[in-house]
């Protein structure tokens, strides 16, 4: 087998990315969440350069005017599903038993808790039961209904109700329930990715993630390599933005295996995300959300 230190290990997925970027220094004012020990210089600037190039930006205005899940927009059956049941959602194994509805109008609305609306298109049922089918394994999810209904999710402006496709299961009471509306389309970022210098100590999110209820418990998936501590993903909170900066714990120099794992990494912020943008201090993009599976 081939080996190779775990620090190139990492750059195997950064790699794929275009570098650009960089800027003058500034101070890193954030805390770490989910490892041991504070970012590196490097990182720390990247961190905060992030966050001025955002807080109050017209992309940050583009992006709060839209709709971006930070939740689950597939949510399961209350209990959640039973004994093989699981293994035929993780392979997207489901079976129609009966005729998908027409949409009945052309829009749905999405409402904040917090007050505020935004209408948007509605998708149609058999994409998103196609999305929900893309296996013919050989024990299937039974779908005996399917009808437009609601259900709640975060989303960057908080908790909101939007419309769904309700899936009633064959053996379970309460429907699986999908997002029936597209999230809007992200804005340009006002800062490129960081630059190649920076990626033997910051690596890019690789998503999905997802936000708890309470607004201040984040999940995220990151990358590391099979001969360190796992991934540590440090937090950069300010008024307009939070900025989270995922890199290495305890990296051995020594030679390894040429692998690259995720991990998923909960950190905890010190007040609710509310309105403010979720950003990747790598790509500077807002992170990746959206339902998980398996």
Do not use: N
């Not at 210089?41 to 992006?63: F, I, M, N």
């Not at 039974?142 to 909101?160: F, H, I, K, N, Q």
């Not at 809007?184 to 100590?201: H, K, M, Q, V, Y």
């Not at 950069?236 to 690259?260: F, H, I, Q, R």
């Amino acid at each position: 087998m081939r080996r190779t230190h775990a620090r190139s290990v990492r750059l195997v997925g950064v790699s794929l990315l275009v570098a650009v970027g960089g800027g003058a220094l500034a101070a890193y004012a954030g805390e770490q969440r989910g490892g041991t020990g504070g970012p590196s210089p490097g990182a720390a600037v990247r961190a905060r350069l992030v966050a001025e190039a955002w807080d109050g930006s017209r992309a940050a205005e583009v992006w709060r005017a839209g709709y971006h899940p930070s939740g689950e927009t597939v949510q399961l059956p209350e209990g959640a599903l039973r004994g093989t049941d699981k293994e035929a959602y993780a392979a997207r194994d489901f079976e129609l038993r009966g005729e998908l509805p027409d949409v009945p109008r052309e829009e749905g609305t999405v409402r904040w808790k917090g007050g505020g609306s935004l209408t948007l298109p509605l998708t149609d049922a058999r994409e998103a039961f196609a999305d929900l089918d893309r296996s013919d394994g050989r024990a299937p999810l039974t779908v005996t209904d399917v009808r437009l209904g609601e259900m709640s999710l975060a989303t960057d402006r908080g908790p909101a109700t939007v419309p769904a496709w309700l899936f009633t299961l064959d053996g379970y009471d309460t429907p699986l329930k999908q997002a029936a509306v597209s999230p809007s389309e992200p804005p340009r970022s006002p800062i490129g990715p960081a630059r190649d210098t920076l990626s033997d100590e910051l690596g890019p999110l690789p998503g999905p993630g997802r936000v708890a209820v309470d607004g201040r418990t984040v999940t995220v998936v990151a990358w590391h390599g099979g001969c360190d501590d796992g991934p540590a993903v440090h937090v950069l909170e300010t008024a307009g933005s939070v900025v989270l900066s995922a890199s290495v714990a305890g990296a051995d120099d020594g030679p390894c295996t040429a692998e690259l794992l995720a991990a998923e990494v909960t950190v905890r912020l010190d007040r609710p995300v509310g309105d403010r943008v979720l950003l990747d201090a790598f790509t500077g993009r807002p992170v990746a959300f959206g339902e998980r599976r398996g």
